[in-house]
């Protein structure tokens, strides 16, 4: 990694408080696409965790009284820095996470995108003075900020699930202590050092390193200092994060796992839904949580779809994610892959056809070949959990009833897709999805305007859009009585 052209950006260890704190033990981190050690970083101790839990808790104090326009300009410090950083930025994160230079670099500007919003938005932080209910009385309310902030993050997104909630944390007037995936702790403390350097003052923003996630989880639910939890990771994990914070009756949010429905009907714009498709399932070699898990074809157009889905995906070049001509790249890890190929095998079992690219994988490796599973028979495995992978799966249907109790057959509720050129069908259909977001003709969903989060098994609580401050604020009721002279 002598590379960059900030070394500076290369962190090896714990930021806690303003400093960067070493320990004696290590653990590695791999680059996925070769498998090689690219850094050594120090694993936090209980006690660091401690440390820099109590030092959020001194330094939120200090920090709410800062006026929004005094934080939205310091956050703003950040977005730039991260912005003069973006290559740098984008070639650690593909070498420890594998995703190709382009998704790095549109993760980087759509991970500093939230920033951008939430410094604006901390300036709109409306209160209410409720019109008289009862004579000589009246309602007022107080927003302010819950406190200090505990956050764990998953590696699919190893910036942008970082600043969509500390961006957020850090406008409303918290603090911040993130503990990021082990396999991708680089791209945050890389966040941690152009946070230092945007004079976010020390306490405000720390991030705790360590492979323990176990113990440090425990430790981030339990402690008495912390008011909210925000998780993104998966839903089992989630579950577990959830409970344990209950006893300390902490505000929580989860953002978790996906298998969303893709769904073409028949008077669709074939061509565009193709291109949606392909862009939505590649992002990230299929490991985003909103990535198309299931794909309905209505009876009529199944064939003429698959034909220019095939042709389309054989232009598709697969490298090493650091390669120029790379469209995709390889998943996390071995084992990732391995998971993949199960679900593959599992689906032509169970009577699934193979239609585009292979069973083969090489037991050494995290690439996994694009592949397509046709006729697949709803309610196996693979319709059930998150394939996570370019692996994609085809399922014909008839009736619109039909595919919309299909869709909804998951205990999952996060993102699906519609394709139709029917308004009446629009306003059915997404009424009906049990989703917390729903593209229309669109595969582009996420971005900092829009609310985004799930239901049902997915979580709850909505991050990015005006509505992403409420999870960082508590309202307080005043309730007065005055009198007329
Ligand atoms: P994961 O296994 O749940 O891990 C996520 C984070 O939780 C990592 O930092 C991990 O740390 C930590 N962790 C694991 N076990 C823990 C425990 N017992 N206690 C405390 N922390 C623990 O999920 P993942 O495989 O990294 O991420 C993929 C999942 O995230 C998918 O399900 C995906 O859909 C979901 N996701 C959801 C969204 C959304 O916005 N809804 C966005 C992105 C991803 P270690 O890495 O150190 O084990």
Same mark, same amino acid.
């Given at each position: 990694?002598?590379?960059?052209?900030?070394?500076?950006?290369?962190?090896?260890?714990?930021?806690?408080?303003?400093?960067?704190?070493?320990?004696?033990?290590?653990?590695?981190?791999?680059?996925?696409?070769?498998?090689?050690?690219?850094?050594?970083?120090?694993?936090?101790?209980?006690?660091?965790?401690?440390?820099?839990?109590?030092?959020?808790?001194?330094?939120?104090?200090?920090?709410?009284?800062?006026?929004?326009?005094?934080?939205?300009?310091?956050?703003?410090?950040?977005?730039?820095?991260?912005?003069?950083?973006?290559?740098?930025?984008?070639?650690?994160?593909?070498?420890?996470?594998?995703?190709?230079?382009?998704?790095?670099?549109?993760?980087?500007?759509?991970?500093?995108?939230?920033?951008?919003?939430?410094?604006?938005?901390?300036?709109?932080?409306?209160?209410?003075?409720?019109?008289?209910?009862?004579?000589?009385?009246?309602?007022?309310?107080?927003?302010?900020?819950?406190?200090?902030? #505990?956050?764990?993050?998953?590696?699919? @997104?190893?910036? =942008?699930? %970082?600043?969509?909630?500390?961006? !957020?944390?850090? $406008? &409303?007037?918290?603090?911040?202590?993130?503990?990021?995936?082990?396999?991708?702790?680089?791209?945050?403390?890389?966040?941690?050092?152009?946070?230092?350097?945007?004079?976010?003052?020390?306490?405000?923003?720390?991030?705790?390193?360590?492979?323990?996630?176990?113990?440090?989880?425990?430790?981030?639910?339990?402690?008495?200092?912390?008011?909210?939890?925000?998780?993104?990771?998966?839903?089992?994990?989630?579950?577990?994060?959830?409970?344990?914070?209950?006893?300390?009756?902490?505000?929580?949010?989860?953002?978790?796992? #996906?298998?969303?429905?893709?769904?073409? @009907?028949?008077? =669709?714009? %074939?061509?565009?839904?193709?291109? !949606?498709?392909? $862009? &939505?399932?590649?992002?990230?070699?299929?490991?985003?949580?909103?990535?198309?898990?299931?794909?309905?074809?209505?009876?009529?157009?199944?064939?003429?779809?698959?034909?220019?889905?095939?042709?389309?995906?054989?232009?598709?070049?697969?490298?090493?994610?650091?390669?120029?001509?790379?469209?995709?790249?390889?998943?996390?890890?071995?084992?990732?892959?391995?998971?993949?190929?199960?679900?593959?095998?599992?689906?032509?079992?169970?009577?699934?056809?193979?239609?585009?690219?292979?069973?083969?994988?090489?037991?050494?490796?995290?690439?996994?070949?694009?592949?397509?599973?046709?006729?697949?028979?709803?309610?196996?495995?693979?319709?059930?959990?998150?394939?996570?992978?370019?692996?994609?799966?085809?399922?014909?249907?008839?009736?619109?009833?039909?595919?919309?109790?299909?869709?909804?057959?998951?205990?999952?509720?996060?993102?699906?897709?519609?394709?139709?050129?029917?308004?009446?069908?629009?306003?059915?259909?997404?009424?009906?999805?049990?989703?917390?977001?729903?593209?229309?003709?669109?595969?582009?969903?996420?971005?900092?305007?829009?609310?985004?989060?799930?239901?049902?098994?997915?979580?709850?609580?909505?991050?990015?859009?005006?509505?992403?401050?409420?999870?960082?604020?508590?309202?307080?009721?005043?309730?007065?009585?005055?009198?007329?002279?």
């Amino acid at each position: 990694m002598n590379d960059l052209k900030s070394p500076a950006l290369l962190k090896s260890c714990s930021f806690i408080n303003g400093q960067w704190q070493e320990a004696l033990d290590k653990f590695d981190v791999y680059n996925p696409a070769n498998n090689e050690v690219i850094a050594q970083i120090s694993e936090v101790s209980a006690e660091q965790i401690d440390n820099a839990i109590e030092a959020a808790s001194v330094a939120q104090k200090k920090w709410q009284q800062k006026t929004s326009f005094q934080r939205a300009e310091i956050l703003q410090n950040w977005s730039a820095l991260i912005d003069q950083h973006q290559d740098d930025l984008a070639l650690i994160m593909t070498r420890e996470q594998g995703k190709t230079l382009p998704d790095a670099k549109g993760e980087i500007i759509y991970g500093k995108g939230f920033i951008d919003w939430f410094a604006e938005e901390a300036k709109r932080i409306y209160s209410d003075t409720t019109s008289n209910h009862i004579e000589h009385k009246s309602v007022q309310t107080i927003k302010q900020p819950i406190g200090v902030v #505990g956050a764990i993050t998953p590696w699919n @997104f190893p910036n =942008a699930m %970082i600043t969509r909630k500390a961006a !957020a944390a850090l $406008a &409303a007037g918290c603090s911040f202590v993130v503990k990021p995936a082990s396999e991708t702790p680089l791209s945050a403390l890389a966040l941690a050092e152009l946070a230092r350097q945007a004079g976010i003052p020390d306490g405000v923003f720390n991030v705790i390193v360590g492979t323990n996630s176990q113990k440090i989880g425990e430790q981030l639910t339990t402690h008495k200092k912390i008011n909210k939890f925000t998780f993104t990771g998966s839903t089992k994990v989630g579950k577990l994060l959830n409970k344990q914070c209950a006893n300390s009756i902490k505000k929580v949010s989860l953002e978790l796992g #996906g298998n969303a429905p893709f769904i073409v @009907f028949d008077d =669709a714009n %074939i061509e565009h839904a193709v291109d !949606a498709l392909v $862009a &939505a399932k590649l992002r990230n070699c299929g490991q985003t949580c909103i990535s198309p898990n299931r794909v309905y074809l209505q009876h009529n157009i199944a064939s003429t779809f698959k034909t220019k889905l095939v042709a389309a995906l054989k232009q598709i070049k697969q490298g090493n994610g650091e390669c120029q001509d790379s469209q995709i790249a390889c998943l996390i890890h071995k084992k990732a892959a391995e998971k993949v190929h199960q679900l593959a095998e599992s689906a032509i079992k169970n009577g699934g056809k193979l239609i585009h690219g292979g069973l083969t994988k090489s037991p050494d490796s995290s690439f996994y070949p694009i592949t397509v599973i046709d006729e697949v028979p709803h309610g196996i495995d693979i319709t059930q959990c998150e394939i996570f992978g370019p692996l994609f799966t085809l399922i014909t249907f008839n009736e619109e009833r039909e595919v919309i109790d299909q869709a909804n057959d998951t205990e999952f509720g996060l993102a699906s897709y519609i394709f139709t050129e029917n308004a009446n069908r629009v306003y059915r259909v997404t009424t009906a999805l049990e989703y917390g977001m729903i593209g229309v003709n669109d595969s582009a969903i996420s971005h900092p305007i829009a609310p985004f989060g799930g239901i049902k098994h997915s979580g709850f609580g909505k991050e990015g859009s005006k509505y992403g401050l409420d999870d960082y604020l508590i309202i307080k009721a005043v309730t007065q009585k005055f009198y007329h002279q």
